[in-house]
């Protein structure tokens, strides 16, 4: 069974911090998503990565930033929090090749005061 | 890039009737069509799919149908149950030069079902 695990389920953090959101999977997926989900919003794509040091913009990367040291995890990284940035972030992770199920962990409650 | 778009946003409905939501999408390069589902307070998970080589796929009280030159579809709970009250989205993506999926997510119908 795929299992996506994320850091926190719930962060609070001050504006100006650096934050770091860690995303976990444990079936050898090459690609791994950030979303960030915003009521009447959806999922929104941050970055996604296809392989091990390998990164790519999505939809609304401005803020954030990523790394993929290793292929099971892929971290967020948010250089300076601020109060627009307070979402809840999802991270995915999917296997490359043919058509494969999307798994996603559990979320990131991330509230920046 | 893919653009989503998915309607209605809200819709509620009495228990035992069928619910529809559709989507459209804009990249005619599109060739993979999820819908995820997503109970309050726990992540989205896969429900169904449909890929652009078939019109219709049904699974139990599921459906999901795809119209390529219209660049829309739809998905259809039938004898609707409370469980059923959630949060679902419809996604598309085209096939990547990296041999992957990337989907591009509508912004979601909150489907109630009314006992």
């Known amino acids: 069974d795929v299992k996506v695990t994320q850091s926190s389920r719930y962060l609070v953090k001050r504006t100006g911090e650096k934050v770091f959101l860690e995303c976990v999977q444990d079936?050898?997926?090459?690609?791994m998503f950030w979303y960030r989900q915003d009521p009447g919003l959806g999922l929104r794509l941050i970055y996604f990565?296809?392989?091990?040091?390998?990164?790519e913009k999505g939809d609304i990367p401005e803020g954030y930033s990523v790394s993929r040291e290793k292929k099971e995890r892929f971290s967020l990284i948010l250089e300076s929090a601020s109060t627009n940035q307070t979402s809840m972030y999802l991270c995915?992770?999917?296997?490359?090749?043919?058509?494969?199920?999307?798994?996603f962990g559990p979320g990131t409650r991330l509230t920046v005061t | 890039g893919e653009n989503v778009e998915q309607h209605p946003s809200t819709l509620s409905v009495q228990e035992g009737d069928s619910a529809v939501i559709k989507c459209t999408y804009s990249?005619?390069?599109?060739?993979?069509f999820p819908w995820y589902k997503q109970e309050l307070g726990k992540r989205p998970q896969l429900i169904i799919d449909?890929?652009?080589?078939?019109g219709e796929k049904k699974d139990q009280r599921i459906a999901v149908t795809l119209n390529k030159t219209a660049k829309h579809f739809s998905l259809h709970i039938t004898e609707t149950q409370p469980e059923d009250s959630a949060v679902y989205f419809c996604?598309?993506?085209?096939?990547?030069?990296?041999?992957?999926?990337?989907?591009?997510f509508g912004k979601g119908t909150k489907l109630s079902v009314i006992p």
């Open positions: 996604a598309a993506s085209p096939p990547t030069g990296a041999g992957s999926y990337q989907l591009t």
């Open positions: 079936m050898d997926h090459e690609n």
């Open positions: 449909i890929r652009s080589n078939v």
């Open positions: 995915a992770s999917i296997a490359q090749g043919v058509i494969h199920e999307q798994y």
């Open positions: 990565s296809y392989d091990v040091k390998m990164k």
């Open positions: 990249d005619s390069a599109s060739n993979y």
